[in-house]
């Protein structure tokens, strides 16, 4: 008697804990529908939302004031998340930081995690169709009306991927996908519509733990997580990239114009009028790597 009674209890608890499991399933894809489901070829009076992921302040906030420019504010929206939040003092950032906030560190998971953090809070905006993640180092290049126009022009995401880097693959504990499939992509400029926003935000508790040990884990983990989740990730990605960094030197710089500051973890010293044209023709429209020193010409940036 007392065996039976055991055994019912323990099929109760098991029925109560798939119950739980396929609420969980449903939630999570009516979630995904919904943002299917949104119109987001109207993207006329949608918004570009800046995840700005900084230790403090920006490095330039002198530049993104001049290109937040008040004309635009219905085109844009900001969110931040600081490691230092009580030290910010720039206006921009000042009321924006988001009400979750998450211990981060170089290259640790905890930089994913914020940055989903901020997305999960600006897809609460149905206006906000588009989803940046920059951080305090980087700079825009052009106007915010180009930067707008190019950004919403199409409902596609903007993740650049190449394959490399077998050791950090090995790092993943329980890899869902095989080596040939292993990604890499920059860590910041990187642009999300609103349904690839929201699998990031749904799935973050499922892929977690596996990416938790990975090296550098920005560099990978967005790319390759939405590679599992959207089978149409092709067709809803454009592969091109929108930020200039140290790595593109050699192939816009043959006269060396950028001047950098090796002793400073390679920031920009100094960059010419001639080179950011030379950036701008390969569609960057984000510098990174500057600080408050930089050489750099503010007006001739924001003026196209």
Known sequence: MKQNNKLKY??????????????????????INNFENEN????????????????????????????????????????????EPKKITDLLLKDKHISE????????????EANILMMKQALQ????????????????????????????????????????????YNQIINPSFTYDKFTKSSAQGLIF?????ALLVNSLLIYKDNWKNMECVDEHYFGN??????????????KNKNTFDIWEKDKIDKNSEIIFNEQSFAL??????????KIRDNNFLI?????????IDINYILNL
């Not at 109560?16 to 499991?21: D, F, K, S, T, V």
């Not at 906030?101 to 998971?109: L, Q, R, V």
């Not at 180009?146 to 394959?163: A, G, Q, R």
């Open 287 to 295: 510098i990174r790597k500057v600080d408050k020193n930089t050489e």
């Open 40 to 83: 987001e070829n109207e993207n006329e009076n949608g918004k570009i939302a800046f995840l700005f992921l900084t230790y403090s302040n920006l490095k330039r906030p002198d530049i993104w004031n001049r290109f937040f420019d008040s004309k635009y504010s219905n085109k844009f929206t900001i969110y931040n998340h600081a490691k």
């Open 225 to 238: 997580i939405l590679r599992e989740l959207d089978s149409n990730f092709e067709l809803n990605n454009n």
């Open 125 to 168: 905006n149905p206006l906000n169709k588009k989803f940046i993640l920059v951080s305090d180092s980087c700079i825009p290049i052009v106007s915010f009306n180009i930067f707008y126009n190019k950004i919403m022009k199409d409902d596609k995401s903007k993740i650049d991927i190449f394959y490399n880097q077998e050791q950090r």
């Open 101 to 112: 906030h998450i211990e981060t560190c170089w290259g640790c998971f905890g930089t994913v």
């Open 268 to 277: 920009i010293k100094s960059c010419t009028n001639n080179i950011i044209d």
């Open 193 to 197: 519509n609103r349904k690839h926003a």
């Open 10 to 31: 323990l099929l109760i608890i098991i029925t109560i804990l798939l119950i739980c499991l396929i609420i969980y399933k449903l939630k999570y894809f009516e979630n």
